[in-house]
Nanobody
Framework: QLQLVESGGGLVHSGGSLRLSCAVS????????IGWFRQAPGKGREGVSC????????YYHNSVNGRFTISKDNAKKMVYLQMNSLKPEDAAVYYC????????????????WGQGTQVTVSS
């Protein structure tokens, strides 16, 4: 059973930073793409950042490019999203998800999802 568990969400002031973590089971990081997605109230789920199994391909949504960094540690079976210079519009529930190895950071291709972690940014 493939499992993903997110953590690290919380409340920060605008301009602050958070690091989200995702613990993944099995050998997921060796074979699968991993992505961070977010969903704000009343809005659809959007891809924030994704990374291929090799790490050679990464994607960042235009709204977070330059502020967020995705990384992973295969040995520790962990994926991270470092979020800097947070803005109120970044507030959402953030989900970690995995897909077959590919380079499209869209929900359609992601099959397994964590429970989500809430990120709140005060202005």
């Amino acid at each position: 059973q493939l499992q993903l568990v997110e953590s690290g969400g919380g409340l920060v002031h605008s301009g602050g930073s958070l690091r989200l973590s995702c613990a993944v089971s099995e050998n997921t990081l060796d074979y699968n793409s991993i992505g961070w997605f977010r969903q704000a109230p009343g809005k659809g789920r959007e891809g924030v950042s994704c990374i291929s199994s090799s790490g050679d391909f990464t994607y960042y949504h235009n709204s977070v490019n330059g502020r967020f960094t995705i990384s992973k540690d295969n040995a520790k079976k962990m994926v991270y999203l470092q979020m800097n210079s947070l803005k109120p519009e970044d507030a959402a529930v953030y989900y970690c998800a995995t897909a077959g190895n590919q380079n499209l950071c869209i929900t359609l291709y992601y099959d397994y999802w964590g429970q989500g972690t809430q990120v709140t940014v005060s202005s």
